[in-house]
């Protein structure tokens, strides 16, 4: 099992300055670093303080002058904002740029509001099929002179400039969910990404399933499958449950942008009232408590085994939580201390 952290700015409050933000961002991804994780994931997002992150691979060049040895990777880029010859060029750039160190996950995007600004009148299926004709282009425009004739791209022979440092390209990382995505990846030899959110260890396993399923229906090499899970390692039981309400209300919050129903100004959405809060008896702390990678560091610790014994090459810890930067550190900290020598 390789560990791996995944992170963004969020920004709950206008009294918070982005350059504080950015900065505790920073300081997370050192300690990833310092403590031997494999990589670093953080995505793309627009116009949500919830999860602050336009452009990836800025943030990613920028780690790579002030980490050593972490692998950076993209979690994930939005497929359906760019164009494959834009993004094949850009990836390709930043792989030069951080000597060969990165690595490319790809989504289709999951939040209606952005795609009501960045790509109006696009929904969840076109996206996704946006997604599956880009990404196998990649590959493609990295070797070079490759012309393409498809459903929403068209373009003469077309080169990649820069050409990636890494042969053949930067690993790439299918998000999957449902299972002819899993296909998809698996047959195009991509790795996969899954995150199960809140609902717990059956889906845990189910996504493991379905990786299975589209392994045993391909009969090539099998790629990496990676578990990316909300996580928490707490000092205490009162401190891990102090925890769960922490991340209840995160979960509220990203229920909320992700309804797409609420008013939203300066890049932040209206508050939750307590009411409101307290009525989303789905995200109730206790059962995030049941749900989620959280507890004490044994805990904590018998849980991952779980996860390993399915099969997952990869556990990334998903750091966002709207809690308090010393308080994200300190979880990180005892995780990389207490949890992954139990690993090996």
């Not at 627009?46 to 602050?52: A, L, P, Q, S, Y």
């Not at 930067?170 to 299972?179: G, L, M, V």
């Not at 209840?248 to 009411?275: H, T």
Request: negative net charge; glycine residues 8%.
């Amino acid at each position: 099992m390789e560990f791996s952290l995944f992170a963004h700015m969020e920004r709950l409050s206008p009294d918070e300055p982005h350059a504080k933000l950015y900065e505790d961002f920073l300081a997370l991804c050192r300690t990833a670093d310092d403590g031997g994780m494999r990589a670093i994931w953080t995505g793309e997002h627009h116009g949500m303080e919830f999860t602050i992150a336009p452009n990836p691979f800025l943030s990613l060049v920028d780690l790579a002058h002030l980490t050593k040895n972490v692998r950076l990777g993209t979690g994930t880029i939005v497929a359906p904002f760019w164009h494959p010859i834009k993004l094949a060029g850009e990836a390709a750039a930043a792989d030069l740029m951080t000597g060969g160190r990165i690595e490319l996950g790809i989504a289709r995007g999951a939040y209606s509001y952005e795609y009501e600004r960045m790509m109006p009148g696009m929904d969840a299926w076109e996206a996704g099929q946006r997604m599956r004709e880009t990404t196998p282009l990649l590959r493609k425009l990295w070797q070079g002179d490759y012309a393409h004739e498809g459903e929403f791209f068209n373009f003469p022979a077309s080169t990649s400039s820069p050409k990636p440092v890494q042969e053949n390209g930067p690993p790439i990382w299918i998000a999957a969910r449902d299972p002819n995505s899993h296909e998809f990846g698996v047959h195009n030899g991509f790795n996969i990404q899954v995150t199960p959110l809140w609902q717990g260890h059956d889906e845990v396993e189910t996504l493991m399933g379905r990786f299975n399923d589209a392994c045993a229906s391909w009969g090539g090499p099998r790629p990496k499958i990676m578990l990316l899970h909300h996580t928490y390692v707490g000092s205490d039981s009162d401190d891990v449950l102090r925890a769960t309400q922490e991340l209840s209300r995160f979960y509220c919050y990203f229920g909320a942008w992700f309804q797409n129903k609420r008013p939203v100004s300066q890049g932040l959405i209206a508050e939750l009232s307590n009411e409101e809060l307290a009525a989303n008896q789905m995200m109730a702390p206790e059962n995030l408590a049941r749900d989620l990678t959280i507890g004490t560091a044994s805990e904590v610790i018998d849980r991952i085994k779980r996860y390993e014994d399915l099969g997952y090459d990869e556990f990334s810890f998903w750091i966002d939580s709207g809690m308090s930067a010393e308080r994200k550190r300190a979880s990180l900290s005892r995780f990389i201390d207490d949890v992954m020598p139990a690993f090996g």
